[in-house]
């Protein structure tokens, strides 16, 4: 995408005859004069259609995301026209390898859903009354007019850009983690070889891979979305399309500690399930973009957090953190990593400062600073000059 925030014209474009699709069975045609470009701004009070129905090998929210991004000519035409034109735009940022490498992920996640009986099929629809507890629901079900001011209520800030909430019922953690417990024994007793959560993490398992996944982005697209639109709009938190759910363990015979790290994500929502456990504290040292990954922490950036069954944590993914040794027992914790597509797209063209990194920040102060030090110093020298 050149840095107008517009993309080039594809080499082979879109057919400009009507083409059935599988969008509603909807027939549409692309404008002539159609040159696929997306806005650099969104069009936030359009309200876009949903694609869930929509077979294809992006995720459907991504399309929702996407299409207030849409050229003005294209926001009212049919669902079908609109799907089409986004499906070209991302099919020219996704290579083919990329393409197949998604296309054999479904595969296999079809195989594990296919062999691997759930032991509470509740856990696998959001159930919002079940799930959570009664303040973090209360605080989303007012009127739009007081939402945010409601949301901000149940929230504490402990450290700058991270926030601490009470966030899931006894029961839905306790279920949760009998359902990953349950899914570990069918890993063994059918020696099935899964993909664990990320390079870091040797233990765990990826909910997304066993059939959560329609649940977890209902969780996102409800309810951590709009948290991450108050709190994390500098990297995307209004336009969060896809996610990465896994559940990790620590303790005996399990991972130990996280080494310093920053997520793959632009928002990362961390919620303890139990069990019993000592140690295990996540410490952070500040947001970091990749030019200052390795700079040092600034004081006021030093914050370490204890984790409580419940609790949630939330954060940008870019916040440079580490988890602790389990020292005994064993801490099973929820992660969702939430990314916005609109994000990444657009930061490929920053220039200068970066206004959520921490040492960007502290850079653009200090030669503020200097400029403003320069100019005094240059007007006493012209009232010394003019006195003399």
């Given at each position: 995408m050149p840095a107008d925030g517009t993309t080039d014209s594809p080499s082979s474009p879109l057919p400009a005859t009507p083409v059935n699709g599988n969008a509603n069975g909807i027939i549409g045609s692309l404008p002539m004069n159609s040159s696929y470009r997306l806005r650099l701004n969104p069009r936030q009070d359009h309200q876009p259609d949903t694609y869930e129905d929509v077979q294809s090998e992006f995720t459907p929210l991504l399309f929702t995301?996407?299409?207030?991004?849409?050229?003005?000519?294209?926001?009212?035409?049919?669902?079908e026209t609109k799907y089409r034109y986004m499906r070209e735009v991302l099919r020219r940022y996704s290579t083919?390898?990329?393409?197949?490498?998604?296309?054999?992920?479904?595969?296999?996640?079809?195989?594990i859903i296919s062999s691997y009986q759930p032991l509470y099929r509740d856990l696998y629809k959001l159930n919002a009354a079940n799930f959570f507890t009664p303040s973090?629901?209360?605080?989303?079900?007012?009127?739009?007019?007081?939402?945010?001011?409601?949301i901000k209520s149940?929230?504490?800030?402990?450290?700058?850009?991270?926030?601490?909430?009470?966030?899931?019922q006894p029961h839905f953690c306790e279920m949760l983690v009998a359902e990953v417990e349950n899914f570990e024994k069918w890993i063994l007793e059918t020696k099935f070889r899964v993909m664990r959560p990320n390079t870091m993490n040797k233990?765990?398992?990826?909910?997304?891979d066993f059939g959560m996944d329609a649940m977890l982005e209902k969780l996102m697209e409800d309810f951590i979305r709009h948290i991450s639109k108050i709190f994390f709009a500098d990297v995307g938190g209004f336009a969060l399309d896809s996610h990465h759910?896994?559940?990790?363990?620590?303790g005996f015979n399990r991972d130990i500690e996280l080494g310093f790290h920053v997520d793959d994500s632009e928002v990362t929502l961390n919620v303890c399930l139990g069990k019993q456990f000592s140690g295990g504290e996540l410490y952070f040292r500040g947001v970091r973009c990749d030019k200052h990954m390795n700079t040092e922490a600034l004081p006021e950036e030093i914050f370490d957090y204890s984790h409580v069954p419940g609790h949630a944590i939330i954060h940008r993914g870019r916040h440079?953190?580490?988890?602790?040794?389990?020292?005994?027992g064993q801490r099973i914790n929820l992660l969702l990593w939430c990314r916005s597509s609109v994000f990444r797209e657009l930061r490929k063209h920053q220039k200068g400062f970066v206004s959520w990194c921490g040492e960007c920040q502290r850079e653009r102060r200090e030669r503020l600073h200097q400029a403003v030090t320069s100019k005094k110093m240059e007007l006493f020298r012209g009232q010394g000059d003019a006195a003399t």
């Amino acid at each position: 995408m050149p840095a107008d925030g517009t993309t080039d014209s594809p080499s082979s474009p879109l057919p400009a005859t009507p083409v059935n699709g599988n969008a509603n069975g909807i027939i549409g045609s692309l404008p002539m004069n159609s040159s696929y470009r997306l806005r650099l701004n969104p069009r936030q009070d359009h309200q876009p259609d949903t694609y869930e129905d929509v077979q294809s090998e992006f995720t459907p929210l991504l399309f929702t995301s996407l299409e207030r991004y849409l050229p003005p000519n294209l926001l009212n035409v049919n669902r079908e026209t609109k799907y089409r034109y986004m499906r070209e735009v991302l099919r020219r940022y996704s290579t083919e390898g990329e393409r197949n490498r998604v296309q054999k992920h479904r595969e296999y996640r079809l195989r594990i859903i296919s062999s691997y009986q759930p032991l509470y099929r509740d856990l696998y629809k959001l159930n919002a009354a079940n799930f959570f507890t009664p303040s973090f629901l209360k605080a989303f079900m007012v009127g739009d007019h007081i939402r945010d001011e409601s949301i901000k209520s149940i929230m504490s800030e402990p450290a700058p850009g991270i926030y601490t909430f009470n966030m899931l019922q006894p029961h839905f953690c306790e279920m949760l983690v009998a359902e990953v417990e349950n899914f570990e024994k069918w890993i063994l007793e059918t020696k099935f070889r899964v993909m664990r959560p990320n390079t870091m993490n040797k233990f765990g398992a990826v909910l997304d891979d066993f059939g959560m996944d329609a649940m977890l982005e209902k969780l996102m697209e409800d309810f951590i979305r709009h948290i991450s639109k108050i709190f994390f709009a500098d990297v995307g938190g209004f336009a969060l399309d896809s996610h990465h759910g896994f559940v990790v363990e620590y303790g005996f015979n399990r991972d130990i500690e996280l080494g310093f790290h920053v997520d793959d994500s632009e928002v990362t929502l961390n919620v303890c399930l139990g069990k019993q456990f000592s140690g295990g504290e996540l410490y952070f040292r500040g947001v970091r973009c990749d030019k200052h990954m390795n700079t040092e922490a600034l004081p006021e950036e030093i914050f370490d957090y204890s984790h409580v069954p419940g609790h949630a944590i939330i954060h940008r993914g870019r916040h440079r953190h580490g988890a602790r040794a389990t020292t005994a027992g064993q801490r099973i914790n929820l992660l969702l990593w939430c990314r916005s597509s609109v994000f990444r797209e657009l930061r490929k063209h920053q220039k200068g400062f970066v206004s959520w990194c921490g040492e960007c920040q502290r850079e653009r102060r200090e030669r503020l600073h200097q400029a403003v030090t320069s100019k005094k110093m240059e007007l006493f020298r012209g009232q010394g000059d003019a006195a003399t």
